[in-house]
């Protein structure tokens, strides 16, 4: 399989999946437009779209789902607790495309096996989502306050992790955001911060886990460099080098990469 984050952070999340001819957008929170031209960065056609798989409805996820199923008559996946939130957001969505998962249990999708996973987030009924294709193993998991053992047990054999390391946590203390707001990240329900993200990855090293990409970063608390640095300097630190661990950063406004699981 392949994976391609195009857009990751607090401002709108985008990546897609593919195998063959299935390819399968994981959220859609950028407009149309800017899906659509990231799609063309890497050789994907918006009309061979085969779904979109939402993890929850907070704007920077859904903002393009429902443009995006119209335009190009793309069936979108979600829970009831997701759909209920979200239905009032995406306007009109053909009947047909609408379809429903329940977390925990395994669905298909062309030769995708996906198993959708609670996260601890603000959200009607959040998750992230396992992907498993001719033996390979993608684990989804951004927009979690954190990350409880059995978590920790999804992500351990994880073949590339794209996991969510939003802040630096003094970033945010010290940043501009409102008291309520910084609460509300550093809660166990908000976001993931750089210093979770590294112990949790020393954690998950010793169950073998060994490529992660971080993802969503927020805009005014956190940059590349930082998210970057904080882990690897944790990972440092736990006696893990730097060759044992591929460790990358999505960015928020651009395609990151292909690859390959
Ligand atoms: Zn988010
Ligand atoms: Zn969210």
Redesign the pocket.
Known sequence: MKFSPLYSG?SG?CSVVSSGNTHILVDAGMTGKAITSALSDVDIDPCSISAIVVTHE?S??IKGVGVMSRKYDIPVYANEGTWKAMAPLVGNISMKNIRTFVTGQNFYIGSFDLTPFRISHDAAEPVGFKFFEKGSKLVYM??TGCVSEALRETASDADLLFLESNHDVDMLKNGSYPYQLKMRILSKKGHLSNDAAGDLLAKLFLSGMRRVILA?LSHENNTESVAYNTVRGILNKNGIPEKDFFLKVAHRDRVTGVFEI
Do not use: K, L, Y
């Open positions: 607090s999340n907070h920077d996820h951004t927009d969503h």
